[in-house]
């Protein structure tokens, strides 16, 4: 029995036939396991050739691929980031497969002190999806951080659509604050570091066990989409921590949050975005909750402390091509009064990317391969107020700016280059440390 | 584009980016503007030393897991020594309990410091009724080695507690009950079981080790082998720890940091030679200024070579003056009297904006906020000085002034 896969390297499609049983028939064969492999490549389809339904996506999929041309097809918003991606997949087996890798090497250094080179594996993850039923979806997102440092099922959910307006959601899925969380995927940015107020004041990627609805309204021309979920949420890490600061990412490392609620309150998560074609894409978040455990088995312990983050983010293309992206967060965290100013009650950041393509032709034999210019300018306060003590401004922020170039053979794939500058001032103010050096890696769907 | 365009485009990019690199990447910041690094000769395996108490230090930022509090002043050492210089008032603690020499009567009520802060759960302390206090404001950690190992011999021979030569200024140094850690090394003097303190306000702590313990304790509320109990908020019921199974830092972290105390850098002076910086020199002399900001020493033997037979210039004589009664807080520690003060070494002066967010905050507890308003505040022995600090014309003060910025 024999299946065919399709498959994109670059500009070129592979279909590639499987046959369940050796088959002394089949044109090249390697015999790993019981199943049995064949590629045979063929040219890239053009516009006018009918293309297989699984990869169509790719050529139409949101902008952050830089195609550098207006898009066309359905809108594709961030929260469809999720489901699009590329996957190998056949019409005939359950489950379709894809992921992405990322690795970079890096030099850095801090007021003239560097720990030298080093190389990163930054991350590998693994899709697996699969179309339970007519309207009945499946997706996982496994990711290997840092080798095997870290190893965490970022989104494992079930998708049942009543109608477009209102499908239901449940399993761990990727809390929709913000539109990097949502639409993280490596090869999809010009930057080898991720926005630094992205996950360090949003903490993605931010994953929690849940569950809630979502559902979208559009035409031709415009969509609206919203999202609603409830979910375990955060602990009282965000403000003990090893950071010496305000830091939701911290809750992370409570391996219960999959298991168990802290302290049996759900995290609230809300979006709203709209999509006007050749305006752009604005999308407005909260999410908010206790993060910490105020009784235990009905013994007061606390008051319940709020945590609430705001997002607001919007992404464009010009029409030069240039696309325009960007994310600006607030966080308000109830912190117990007598704690140590350390520890922000206010928070907020932002960063703007701005990828102009330069050059968009066959290069080295690959078609309409872009190299990008790209700009990443981003701000982060992590202690928002002034101290009780003087009246003077809590400091403890940064500036960054961050230029690169890319190389995209495909949409798929980009090779980039970032030299990054940043100034990060101290709680008290005092003089910044200057930290620059050179990033230089690529990332790629596979 | 050419393929061979574009890979001279590449190549050019490349090679550009190589020779830019020096220009890109942030130099280190001058060596006499900076208070942390290690002293000079140290050998590879006190470096490494060194690195390990440079993490303690600067890194270690204690949580409620590992054993903050329950109640406490900061998270960290760095919190409060932001790049080894002095503190502001947000770190600034409080000493209370104690107004004469026999003794804090306030220790079973959370004396002598008062943890103002308290981990999630927990209630901060608050300032008994009726205890006197002071506040004081982190000091700078620089050149502590080298101090640390000047003899008692050589501290005594400054003293002049019936001011015998009449120059209206006395020192006396503060006899210290040693904590039953305290090994005396060779140049320590005993006197009546109580020896020479030379670190802290009052000088209170005899060695690195009995301060650095202490800090533990009292501003972070770790515990260690050296001293193995939480800090405990009298004010409520229940006294108990924070949970966290005892000691929360091993002895030898803790020996760590005393040793990367010990081996920190001294503050180099800044344009010594500049004549308006050597004038003003010589009126801080004038002045009788050096007479307890005493400007050079020289340490005898010591068990790291580096620290061995080193001539150094910190601007004190690790002595107790009486500062008159604007400076008297009504609160003491050791046999110090309420009105006395260890002289504070001068030397990173110029550099203390660097650490306190670009102002200045001086004295014990940080209320002057010049050079010249603290000069203008100091009393008792020091009058006749500070008269005739007053009495310089605005020129000559500024070179004194000036001669202080570059310490």
Known sequence: MMRTLYFLIGSTLIQVAVYAQPDAARPVSTSATAATVV?????????????????????YRDSTLRKGKQEKGALKINMDA??????????????????????????????????????QARRMTIFLASSINRRIKFLSEIEFEDGTKEINIEFAAMDIELTPLLNLRGGIIMNPIGSFNQNHDGPKWEFIDRPISSVTIIPSTWSNVGFGLYGKKYTANWVWAYEAYLTNGFDDQIIANGQNRTFLPATKANRDRFDESFNGVPLVTLKMAFKRRKWGEI?????????????????VLDQRRRVDVWALDFNTTLPTGTFINSEFVWASINVPATYTQQFGRMQQGGWIDIVHPLVKKTMFGWKKAVVNAALRVERVDYNVGTFAETGDPLRDDLWAIVPGLSFRPSPTTVIRGNYRYHWQTDLLGNPPARTAGFQFGFSTYF | MKKITLLYLVLSVIVLVAVACEALLPAAPADDAL??????????????????????????????????????????CGSCHAGD???TPFTTLTRFGQHDDTGNRFMGQGGPQLQNRAIPGHTAELLPAGAVFSRFTPPANTGLGLLAALSDEQILANADPTDRDGDGISGVPNWIHAPHYFKPQWFHKEQNDRYVGRFGKKAAAIDLLHQTVNAYKQDMGITSEFDSEDPINYNVSGQAGDGVDDPEVTSAKVNAVVFYLRTLKVPLQRTPADPMVVAGKQLFISLDCGKCHTPDWKTGQSDVAALANRTFSPYTDLLLHDMGAGLDDGYTEGIAKTAEWKTPALWGLGLSQNSQGGRVFLLHDGRAHSVDEAIRLHGGEASRSVEKYANLAEAERGKLLRFLDTL
């Open chain 1, 39 to 59: 590629t045979v490549t063929k040219p890239i389809p053009t516009d006018s050739t009918p293309m297989p339904k699984a990869f169509a996506d790719l050529f």
């Open chain 1, 82 to 119: 999720t489901y699009d991606r590329p996957f190998l997949t056949s019409t005939k087996a359950p489950v379709s497969i894809g992921g992405y890798l990322e690795a970079n090497t890096q030099y850095m250094q801090t007021n003239g002190k560097t720990d030298g080179l080093s190389f």
């Open chain 1, 283 to 299: 999308g407005l978040s909260w999410m908010g909750g206790v993060y910490n455990k105020f009784q235990i088995d009905g013994l």
């Open chain 2, 35 to 76: 208070l942390d690094g290690p002293i000079a000769e140290l050998t590879p395996e006190q470096n490494a030393l060194f690195a390990l108490g440079d993490a303690a230090f600067n890194r270690d930022i204690f949580t409620p897991a590992t054993g903050l509090g329950p109640i406490f002043v900061a998270s960290s």
């Open chain 2, 85 to 87: 210089g002095k503190g």
